[in-house]
Nanobody, 122 residues
Framework: QVQVVESGGGLVLPGGSLNLSCEASGSGFRFYHMGWYRQVPGNRRELVAAISSDNRTLYEDSVKGRFTISRDNAKNTIYLQMNSLKPEDTAVYYC????????????????WGQGTQVTVSS
């Protein structure tokens, strides 16, 4: 079982930045592929970014060049650095642990964090 906990959300002005963190349990973290998703109430949960155990990354087109996913295996943590934030980035952001990569796609596992709210507004 993979347990993950997100943090770092908040209220930010358009053009601002936030850095989200997702801490996972277990000594096997170095082998986990991980993903960030976001969801607006009433909408589908969508993949934002994913990172493999060997640091392969992928991004949803709308965040390319603005968001960066990274990992620190010593801390059992992945990050989502979000720059140049836009109002349309407003959502609850969820961490997903232990999925897999299939071609250019990250396939989610059943292990989710509780979510952290990101609000971009003036």
């Amino acid at each position: 079982q993979v347990q993950v906990v997100e943090s770092g959300g908040g209220l930010v002005l358009p053009g601002g930045s936030l850095n989200l963190s997702c801490e996972a349990s277990g000594s096997g973290f170095r082998f986990y592929h991980m993903g960030w998703y976001r969801q607006v109430p009433g909408n589908r949960r969508e993949l934002v970014a994913a990172i493999s155990s060997d640091n392969r990354t992928l991004y949803e087109d709308s965040v390319k060049g603005r968001f960066t996913i990274s990992r620190d295996n010593a801390k059992n943590t992945i990050y989502l650095q979000m720059n140049s934030l836009k109002p349309e980035d407003t959502a609850v952001y969820y961490c997903n642990g232990g999925g897999y990569f299939s071609g250019a796609t990250y396939v989610q596992s059943v292990y989710w964090g509780q979510g952290t709210q990101v609000t971009v507004s003036s």
